[in-house]
């Protein structure tokens, strides 16, 4: 049986909106501008917090990583990854592994490649992460994009990219 539970639309807009918030500063300390929370199943308390290290440690693969090593898969299970834009197929594939039940992001990672383009500190992958979670054994849950949130995101992308 699934005890998942889904978040409301006001929750969904809150955790993007702290998961924002930490890329702006993750942009301000010299980082990519991507951040991640892990949620706990209330869909409010925040378990962790992940700024963007660098090109091959993401946000989001960084914090699977350590939520997978702190608590039990029955419990991420039931926990919520939100980051601020849709993860790549290595995040993705690293929160699969770390059974990490829902994903919550609010710019598809389309429209960051069209931003982008073909940056070398960037090299985005055209692969949505429902494509990855279909390939997979698992019912991961994917709310996303979110529109409230997408315009703001971009613009924080776009100032970035442009100055690099």
């Not at 692969?127 to 709310?143: E, M």
Request: charged share 20%; aromatic share 6%.
């Amino acid at each position: 049986m699934d005890e998942r539970t889904e978040p409301t639309h006001a929750q969904v807009v809150a955790m993007l909106q702290r998961a924002q918030a930490l890329a702006q500063r993750a942009m301000e300390a010299g980082h990519h501008p991507f951040g991640a929370l892990l949620v706990a199943p209330d869909h409010e308390t925040v378990l962790m917090e992940q700024g963007n290290v660098d090109s091959v440690n993401h946000a989001e693969a960084v914090l699977a990583r350590e939520a997978s090593r702190l608590h039990p898969p029955e419990f991420l299970w039931r926990c919520t990854l939100v980051t601020t834009v849709e993860p790549c197929a290595m995040c993705a594939g690293t929160q699969y592994w770390a059974h990490i039940g829902r994903v919550v992001y609010g710019m598809s990672e389309r429209d960051l490649l069209a931003l982008t383009g073909n940056h070398a500190e960037n090299p985005t992958l055209d692969l949505p992460c429902r494509d990855v979670f279909a390939r997979g054994q698992k019912a991961v849950r994917v709310i996303g994009p979110v529109p409230e949130l997408a315009e703001a995101i971009a613009a924080t992308h776009r100032r970035f990219w442009r100055s690099r």
